[in-house]
């Protein structure tokens, strides 16, 4: 059995699988072909490949030997035509955007699983691809932002006077909202976070930050740590609240996402306007839209005095350990279909494997998927 790891995309940085994780499957007894160069963008050569077991060839090569092919990004359609029959695809998908794409892989018999549909359980929690990218880009968020914001981060006492601290403000407190609260204090700026959950309060305080308090949201306790929509009145009064703490800030960093939504917009045009020029916004929901109006994905532009950076994949700035998070999830994910001899072994019983399956035996087998599909 052959594991292949290809190179991604233009612009990507990050690698399936850096030689220190392969080298573990390695010593399962399988075979494992890496696309040459694929780990060059995160500091990891070919040579240190083939040290760690692997063989190095070209594009074609991994794609038509493969049993498993291993990515971040999906595989174009041409190159899919050039692979083994029933070959089992694995990367981060995006499959509630991409859910005509996931109906025309099953008719072409791959066996998708995507690891961004991963259940959020305790249990899978060494496979939450996810949390150990947001984790990194709200790291990355912070650190861009202070270095395009033409003053100081923390509280300076000068001979020439007292310099204030940078005011932040955090727009969702996941993963990557956590990470840019804890950067920023670590900055000595002075934070503020607002997210619909009142029971992140507690972690946000934790930190030394301030919790932005708004009455009436919607319940997310069912949600599997997500946000959830919320209603029209509960949402004009966290822009009221919201309003206040925007035109005091010097930074916004914004990381409110639904799954499988666009994100939610919480900062309008007029409430942008009221910022301090050369303030800085850095919207890690950009890929679905942003948090913050005018906001462009993947690039950075100057609207009402404001900077605007759009980037919904930072993590790929940090290539080398983000490559390493991702390969660990990577090969934790591996270990629950591969028998410890490195056979392939596909156990739907279980609810992990079950939850991150798109396509299978020739259908969509996921039911988010199928409804969506259907409509």
Partial sequence: MIIGILKEPAGENRVAMLPEQLVLLVKQGIEVMVEKDAGANAFANNELYVTAGATVTNRNTVLSSASILLSYWSIPDD??????????????????????????????????????????????????????????????????????????????MTAAGSIPPAKLMVLGAGVAGLQAVATAKRLGAVVEVSDTRP????????????????????????????????????????KERLALSVAKSDVIIATAQLQGKPAPLLIDENMLKTMKPGAVVVDLAASTGGNVFGVQNNATIQLHGVTLVGNSQLASDMPADASKVYGKNMFNFLQLILTKEGAIHLNFEDDIVKGCCMAHGGAVVNDRIQSLLAS
């Fill in 199 to 238: 029971a992140v309060k507690e972690e946000v305080m934790s930190l030394g930050a301030k919790f932005i308090e708004v009455d009436g949201a919607a319940d997310a306790s069912a949600a599997g740590g997500y946000a959830v929509e919320q209603t029209e009145e509960f949402k004009q009064k966290q």
């Fill in 79 to 156: 190159e899919l035509a050039k692979t083994q029959k029933g070959v089992i695809l694995i990367g981060v998908f995006q499959p509630l955007f991409n859910f005509q794409l996931m109906k025309a892989w099953a008719s072409n018999g791959f066996t998708v699983f995507s690891l961004d549909m991963i259940p959020r359980t305790t249990r899978a929690q060494s496979m939450d691809v996810l949390s150990s990218q947001a984790n990194i880009a709200g790291y990355k968020a912070v650190l861009k932002a202070a270095n395009l914001l033409p003053r100081y981060f923390p509280m300076f």
